[in-house]
């Protein structure tokens, strides 16, 4: 009889498992615990994931900055070394397109490597262009409402990003004021061609933006993203 009693006694939590509403609630337990363990795997991954292309735009915007930088900067003193030159102020203060003015800028031109070198009156007429034999060439052109020639005619060095009237390209501008006799005389300007820079730029996968100090796009591969505001 106690070995009988004994039996009994153990068996009573088996029968109780196999109760229909305990092995229903112990399933539904079962059931939470592995939702709640699937949602933070999914959590933990989809944030791993997101950390890792965080990291990786992160150094691909670290790149091609640099790399932007490191391309301007080779024209960024261009104007300042060459609003020194002897010739060029004298050209300046005598006031007329030349066509040795223009071979001057021309030659400047081939061994800088930038799109375009030209200078302007205090007006802001340009007098002298190293495109002088182009259809589009920047003699006799105006750009006096061009903030980089109204910041350089205050004697200030100026760099702006703007669509060429004539040439209808892209452009990052840097301008140099010219002093002759202690006073502002012209601007000689360097349009460098961001078409280029931008193709060369955008060989890598992925779409590239770059904005300017305003917050408008003025580089990108996508067509459609340029020249809007962010």
Request: glycine residues 6%; charged residues 20%; proline residues 4%.
């Amino acid at each position: 009889m106690p070995f009988d009693n004994m039996a009994l006694k153990t068996s009573e939590p088996i029968v109780n498992l196999l109760n229909p509403k305990a092995l229903r609630h112990f399933l539904l337990v079962l059931l939470a615990i592995g939702l709640v363990g699937l949602m933070l795997t999914h959590k933990y991954a989809t944030q791993h994931q997101h950390d890792q292309w965080q990291n990786k735009l992160q150094t691909q915007a670290s790149q091609v900055a640099q790399e932007i930088d490191y391309e301007l900067a080779k024209f960024e003193q261009i104007p300042n070394l060459l609003s020194h030159d002897p010739r060029l102020l004298a050209a300046v203060k005598e006031g007329k397109p030349s066509e040795s003015f223009n071979l001057l800028l021309a030659d400047w031109l081939a061994q800088s490597l930038a799109d375009t070198i030209y200078v302007h009156n205090k007006t802001g007429l340009v007098i002298a262009s190293s495109n002088y034999q182009q259809d589009d060439s920047f003699v006799g052109s105006n750009f006096a409402f061009r903030p980089y020639f109204q910041h350089a005619l205050n004697g200030e060095k100026a760099q702006y990003v703007a669509l060429g009237v004539r040439s209808n390209k892209r452009g990052y501008f840097f301008s140099s004021p010219l002093w002759v006799d202690g006073e502002v005389a012209g601007v000689i300007t360097v349009k460098v061609n961001l078409e280029q820079l931008e193709q060369r730029l955008a060989q890598d996968d992925g779409d590239l933006l770059v904005a300017g100090v305003h917050d408008v796009v003025f580089m990108s591969n996508l067509p459609d993203w340029r020249y809007r505001a962010l």
